[in-house]
């Protein structure tokens, strides 16, 4: 990371088990305010348990988790998820309309989202107002996706954290939603920690990687990293030797 990057969110030495197994390791690093840091390595590395880690799901056993200098248990729970919202692979959808999928958020906690600020939404993510009236379960792959998205932009986070996103989406629904996260992250300025197993993804859209194994933060840097990581064990995962 370079010296000029202020982090967003700071780790430092942050441990984390589930009372079987230690699932983080002492780690220790940042994702930079302003940037895309893409988050990749082999199935149980810990990368969705250190994303519950950042939201405030769960908490650390040991050491510490900084949100914008501030330790994360001096925030609000529900002060702490509005800044920092999660999209998933699944995009989760309640059986209704978009429009229904849009208020959630407000909904929960007793407030209502215009028309106009829905329609909104969907222009911030690409899509027509005409389907705000549209159940969601006639939607594609890519406009669900991109629902979810809008609807973890409700509160207009200063984080989006994105978990295998693209991974069920064909090429091209692919290649809008990496588009459409570029246009957000510019536009907007928000702050994107995006989990893929794509690495030319994580090469490409990544401003910073992290390369995590077995709990640990094995290697970070520029996106770079991921063509000449120095790491012999990031080398072995680039090849495709470790799953």
């Not at 840097?221 to 790491?231: F, N, Q, T």
């Amino acid at each position: 990371m370079s010296a000029y990057d202020q982090p967003i969110i700071e780790f430092r030495n942050v441990s984390y088990s589930n009372g079987k197994q230690q699932i983080i390791k002492q780690v220790s690093g940042i994702f930079p305010e302003g940037k895309i840091t893409t988050l990749v390595g082999p199935s149980g590395a810990g990368k969705t348990t250190l994303f519950r880690l950042c939201n405030g799901l769960i908490s650390p056993d040991t050491g510490d988790i900084l949100i914008h200098q501030k330790p994360i248990e001096l925030y609000n729970p529900i002060e702490l998820r509005r800044n920092i919202g999660l999209a998933l692979q699944s995009a989760t959808m309640i059986h209704g309309t978009v429009l229904e999928n849009l208020s959630l958020p407000l909904a929960l906690r007793g407030e209502t989202l215009s028309k106009a600020q829905a329609a909104e939404l969907l222009q911030v993510v690409g899509l027509e107002e005409d389907l705000l009236h549209r159940n969601v379960r006639d939607l594609s792959g890519g406009q669900r996706q991109k629902v979810s998205i809008a609807r973890t932009f409700v509160n207009r986070p200063k984080v989006l954290l994105l978990d295998e996103i693209t991974s069920s989406l064909d090429r091209v629904s692919q290649q809008e939603i990496e588009q459409l996260i570029l246009s957000i992250n510019k536009k907007y300025g928000t702050s994107i920690v995006w989990i893929t197993h794509n690495l030319e993804q994580a090469i490409s859209i990544g401003d910073y990687s992290w390369v995590m194994m077995a709990g640990e933060l094995i290697e970070s840097g520029k996106s770079e990293i991921l063509r000449h990581p120095r790491e012999e064990k990031v080398q072995r995962f680039v090849k495709g030797d470790i799953k």
